[in-house]
């Protein structure tokens, strides 16, 4: 019998305490501008006011756009960052960017929530239209770094190398949560300690190598419309991101909070060796 209390929490909820290993923000970038330029012709500027404000303009063909954003930047390794900032087009986004310095490169994720209308279709109707049975949506993009893509432009490619790991991340004093990698499109998470203890699921996500033990992993949630987008750093077994949602269980107001860890990796299955 229900005792009417939630298991799954909103991510306001989830944020309070959530950010206690974060990595500190850098100010390298600080005074920097910077033009990205895409695999389908647009273009846009980064232009890095202070260690909390940015501009970030868009140029598409003849159209230009413009915003004034607060950002969180931190560098995991050197000339490798992750930028993470929000823009309102009406509907707000959500912009991260792994910046590569070192390849003059970048991968843009958008990161999109649903309307309230999307949030309401059951996962069944979902399941038998052949959707995806999370309502939030992600957009990868490969981009230059002051100068024009090319087709043979270096990018961060798809990976498979976290699969068959699962790994232990400490999120805080009271927040542990396990991921166990399955495959290309799925992995499952499991929170060992804190607000969500026992709870668990399997949602869909994305890999990307970055650079050798680093890698780029977004998550999209069903059960409450979350995308998670971090940086894991199997070298010095940390991560480094941050997690988008509304704050509430209703499409409103949002919640964008950086978070860190520390990992330890508790088992590994070899890959299978395709025939």
Known sequence: MSNGKKDYISVGELSVGFSENIMQPTD????????LFYENGKKSKLTFVDIETLK???????????????????????????????????????????????????????????????????????ANQGVPLTSVKAVFEHVS??????????????????????????YSSKDVYQHTYLNENYYTWHCVSGNEKGLCDTDRCFYYKVDNN?????????????????????DAMRSYGKIYGYEGYQA??????????????VN????????
Not at 28 to 35: A, F, K, N
Not at 152 to 166: C, E, F, N, S, Y
């Open 28 to 35: 390298r970038l600080v005074g920097e501008s910077l033009t």
């Open 56 to 126: 970030w303009a868009i140029i598409d063909g003849e159209a230009e756009e413009k915003f004034v954003c607060s950002y969180t930047a931190v560098m995991p390794r050197e000339n490798i960052y992750f930028i993470d900032f929000i823009v309102s087009y009406g509907d707000t986004k959500s912009i991260s960017i792994v910046l590569d310095l070192r390849q003059k490169i970048a991968t843009v994720i958008t990161s999109i929530l649903p309307t309230a209308e999307e949030i309401a279709i059951p996962m069944l109707d979902r």
């Open 145 to 170: 770094v002051d100068k024009p893509f090319t087709d043979d432009a270096p990018q961060h490619r798809p990976t498979t190398d976290l699969i068959g790991k699962t790994i232990e991340f400490i």
């Open 214 to 234: 680093l890698y780029l992993f977004l998550w999209l949630e069903k059960v409450i419309p979350t995308a998670g987008v971090v940086i894991e750093d199997l």
């Open 252 to 265: 409103g107001r949002i919640s964008n909070f950086p978070v860190g860890s520390y990992a330890k990796i």
């Open 268 to 275: 590994q299955k070899e890959q299978p060796i395709n025939s």
